[in-house]
């Protein structure tokens, strides 16, 4: 559905939104006080073509799943680095841990002097064992 214009931020239909929670996203915004995360949020979840809604948090692990169903919004808080953020309608499992990779939150281990980085394991790739991209890709 993308048709790229040079300088558009913005698409006017999307099936999957994700955002990623900055330091000023709790703050309050609105009468009420409802916070900035909470109303884009609610802008996305009443976009008509929107499926499914990704609020990841950088400063902990932490994933709130919002994915429409047939009676509405269902939601999901995934906290632990081993919960399955399954998004079978996007061919998207993964382990929430992986989102996380490389941060501080989930740093790369260095390998030992001596020891195989791992590189050579990961450079192959057909489909048969998890290589390749494309629609029920695992990512580990």
């Known amino acids: 559905d993308y048709e790229p214009v040079a300088g558009r931020r913005f698409v006017d239909r ?10 000023t996203d709790d703050d309050p915004i609105l009468p009420g006080g409802v916070s900035w995360i909470d109303a884009k949020t609610r802008l996305y979840r009443a976009h008509q073509a929107c499926r499914a809604v990704l609020v990841i948090e950088q400063r902990r692990i932490a994933v709130v799943v919002w994915e429409r169903g047939p009676d ?20 998207l499992r993964c382990p929430v841990g992986a989102l996380y990779a ?9 390998p030992a002097p001596g020891a195989s980085s791992g590189r050579d394991r990961d450079r192959g790739g057909g489909a048969a064992d998890g290589g390749g991209s494309g629609p029920g890709r695992v990512l580990r």
């Open 14 to 23: 999307a099936h999957l939104l994700a955002e990623v929670v900055s330091g």
């Open 102 to 110: 490389g941060t501080h939150l989930r740093p790369r281990r260095r």
């Open 72 to 91: 509405g919004w269902d939601e999901r808080r995934l906290t632990d680095p081993d919960d399955a953020l399954d998004l079978p309608g996007f061919g």
